[in-house]
Structure formats: structure tokens, C-alpha cells
């Protein structure tokens, strides 16, 4: 890691889900053409989408799904990190990290790549006066995985990464994403969640009590304000 | 000769599984050096597999397979 690139205002852009998605893809484009060697992106949606990995289309009943879930008003569109179906609209921030890492160095694993992203993370909620911010498991959220950011075991953050190599050498790019519930009510979009399981006939159900928003832990909280320290503090992270 | 392509096996810690989320090619096709070849998705991870030498491939493990580390998941006949 080199540079740490210049944050404007509060560092947050406000896109559509869809050139969200393309302007993470894009950052890790540009440690993959080597022309960068750290990139940072914090968005927020100006629309919703239901996002997953493309590998849902192979579902049997995906399209009638698809077409479930858009007349619910959740179109779906499909993400290049791994996981499976998240929400996203206006009340979630997005932060992605992309780095460029050399293999069989410490940095080429997984496990290295979401505690870059999620001790930060962990460190920026403790600064705020949250207690108990960990990484873990959140047993019936949606998209659960062992590095969300958790508030009390409740998933605040989800994570998800890319791997792909540096062109013309050995290097890998790495892509490590959060997406956090800021405000509103996580129920809603459990609910979402659970209606596309329920369109996919896949008998999994997701828990809104396994789910927490900033909002919630933080009340009054202003995210503009907030989030230019969470971002310096994954900027300068070790 | 024969050459194994196989997932990475210092890519994760521990003994968690991956899946084949996709084929970037079709079986018996021929591959350059370096082409990406596969995606393998573990802890929520997508990870590119890439053609370690040029040859005629030959899928070991179909798409939603699961996959160890250092599985073999495809050959490569040069």
C-alpha cells in the first residue's frame, strides 16, 4: 500500500446500486492494470436493488423471482464479490476497499483481507461509544459469513470480497467490501431477503433480530458527519 | 503431458470449503497461459482461477461443486 487517496467533503458518493456496483468493479479494474495500488469508495444508493452473485440465475425459478421481486419494486442485480442476496437502497452505506497484495505474502488471504476492512471498522464504532463491536457470525442474518461487523452478535456490517490478478505479474488485487445498515428498520429488508426466498422456493428464512442498524446502536448518529473517520482510519489502517 | 489446475492452497487458513460458482471456459477448449479459466467462491470470497500453462482443458469439478483447498479442478493437456 502507497498513496492514500484524497477525500472529498464527507467521502460519500451517491449513486444508483447499479454505478455503485460499477464503480467498485472499477477501482479494483485499476489495481488490476497496476495503475493504482490502493483505492477507496464510500456510496450510498439512490435507488434499491436486491444484489447477489450471478450464480443465483442458475436457480431453477429465478426469472419468475426476478419478476417477483421487481413488481415488489426490488429489481435484482448481480454483484462480483461472493455471497448471496442483499439489499441495498438509500439507508445502507457502502465501503470498498481495493488493494494490491503479493502473494505468499501475509496479505494474500482472505482472512487478512476482511480484518483489513473490518477492524477499522470495529475501532471507528468504539470511537463512537459503541461497546461490544466484533467480527463474527450473526446466526440467521441474511448473507452471513464468519467477518461481519457485529454490534452485541447482531450483523451491522456484511463483507464480501473479489480476488483477481495483477495484470503482467503475480500480484493479486483485492476487493473487500461492508455494506452497513445505517438507519430504518432491519426487518424491511430481511423482508425483502425473505421474499425472494420465498419466490426461489428456498425453505431458508432470515432473522430481523439478527440484523442491527447504526441507527439503532447510535441514535441521532450523523453519518456524514461519522463516516470521513472510518474512511481515514481504513485509509491509514496497517 | 498433463498438468493439474487446482485451487490455490495458501488462498485461506483453516478447513472451510469453496464451490465452483463458474466455468470462464467450455470443456476441451483450448487455454492459454494466464487465461482465467474459473471463479471459486469461498468465505464470500470470489477468487479467479487462471491457467497456469497454454493446453487443451479438461473440467474436473462442474460448477457448484465443492472444492478444498489444492483440489484438482480441472487439467490441462499440453
Known amino acids: 500500500m502507497t498513496a492514500v487517496p484524497p477525500i472529498d467533503g464527507n467521502g460519500l458518493q451517491r449513486l444508483s446500486v447499479e454505478a455503485g456496483l460499477a464503480a467498485e468493479e472499477a477501482r479494483l479494474e485499476a489495481i488490476c492494470q497496476g495503475e493504482s495500488q490502493f483505492e477507496l469508495l464510500a456510496w450510498q444508493p439512490l435507488d434499491r436493488a436486491l444484489v447477489m452473485p450471478r450464480r443465483h440465475e442458475r436457480n431453477e425459478g429465478f426469472p419468475e423471482a426476478r419478476q417477483v421481486l421487481r413488481k415488489l419494486g426490488w429489481p435484482i ?45 470495529c475501532e471507528w464504532l468504539a470511537s463512537l461509544g459503541v461497546e461490544g463491536a466484533d467480527l463474527g457470525e450473526a446466526p440467521g442474518a441474511y448473507c452471513d459469513g464468519r467477518f461481519n461487523v457485529r454490534i ?17 505479474c503475480r500480484d493479486m488485487a483485492m476487493l473487500v467490501h461492508g455494506a452497513m445498515q445505517v438507519s430504518g428498520d432491519p426487518a424491511e429488508l430481511v423482508g425483502v431477503v425473505n421474499a425472494f426466498q420465498e419466490a426461489i422456493d428456498d425453505p431458508q428464512r432470515f432473522l430481523a433480530a439478527s440484523h442491527v442498524a447504526l441507527t439503532q446502536a447510535l441514535p441521532g448518529v450523523d453519518i456524514g458527519t461519522a463516516l470521513p473517520d472510518l474512511l481515514w482510519r481504513l485509509a491509514n489502517a496497517p | 503431458m498433463t498438468n493439474d489446475i487446482r485451487v490455490p492452497d495458501d488462498l485461506w487458513e483453516g478447513d472451510t470449503v469453496g464451490v465452483i460458482t463458474a466455468w470462464l471456459v467450455s470443456d476441451g477448449a483450448e487455454v492459454a497461459q494466464g487465461d482465467l479459466v474459473a471463479e471459486v467462491m469461498v468465505e464470500k470470497a470470489q477468487y479467479e482461477i ?18 478444498e483447498k489444492g483440489s484438482v479442478i480441472a487439467t490441462l493437456e499440453s
Do not use: M
Open chain 1, 77 to 121: 442485480l448481480f454483484r462480483a464479490t461472493g455471497g448471496t442476496p442483499v439489499p441495498q437502497c438509500a439507508s445502507v452505506v457502502n465501503v470498498a476497499l481495493a488493494l494490491r497484495c503479493r502473494v505468499g505474502s501475509s496479505a494474500a488471504h482472505l482472512e487478512w483481507g476482511y480484518h483489513r476492512l473490518g477492524e477499522p471498522w
Open chain 1, 152 to 168: 452485541g452478535g447482531r450483523k451491522l456490517v456484511g463483507t464480501a470480497q473479489r480476488w483477481r490478478r495483477v495484470r503482467g
Open chain 2, 50 to 67: 487462471e491457467a497456469p500453462l497454454s493446453g487443451k482443458l479438461t473440467i474436473a469439478k462442474e460448477e457448484d461443486e465443492v472444492v
